[in-house]
């Protein structure tokens, strides 16, 4: 069952923006930590970034001053803008919300993102 879905992937030139959205169905994100989670083809995925519940975002040191994560929780929303992109940055990304409590962590299905001249 999706219950996270991401969108906003692309092609995008070196130097480039592009911002991602994951809404979540069915679910709520209100109190839990959301994040963005990365996967480039032979490599292991990623922390991105999170934002603490929406109180202290946390950054990968390779996105630092780059990408900004931000929520909507009245459109159950939580977005990634991602600017000064570099070809590094090529990745599927994934959405993910953070286990809480008892709760355990909720994945979505990822968004292709590429980064190339």
């Known amino acids: 069952q999706v219950q996270l879905v991401e969108s906003g992937g692309g092609l995008v030139q070196p130097g480039g923006s592009l911002r991602l959205s994951c809404v979540a169905r069915g679910i709520t994100i209100d109190a839990y930590t959301m994040a963005w989670y990365r996967q480039a083809p032979g490599r292991q995925r990623e922390f991105v970034a999170d934002?603490?519940?929406?109180?202290?975002?946390d950054y990968a040191d390779s996105v630092k001053g780059r990408f900004t994560i931000s929520r909507d929780n009245a459109k159950s929303s939580v977005y990634l803008q991602m600017n000064s992109l570099k070809p590094e940055d090529t990745a599927v990304y994934y959405c993910k919300r953070e286990a809480l409590g008892a709760v355990g962590s909720t994945w979505g299905q990822g968004t292709q993102v590429t980064v190339s001249s």
């Open positions: 934002d603490t519940d929406g109180r202290n975002p």
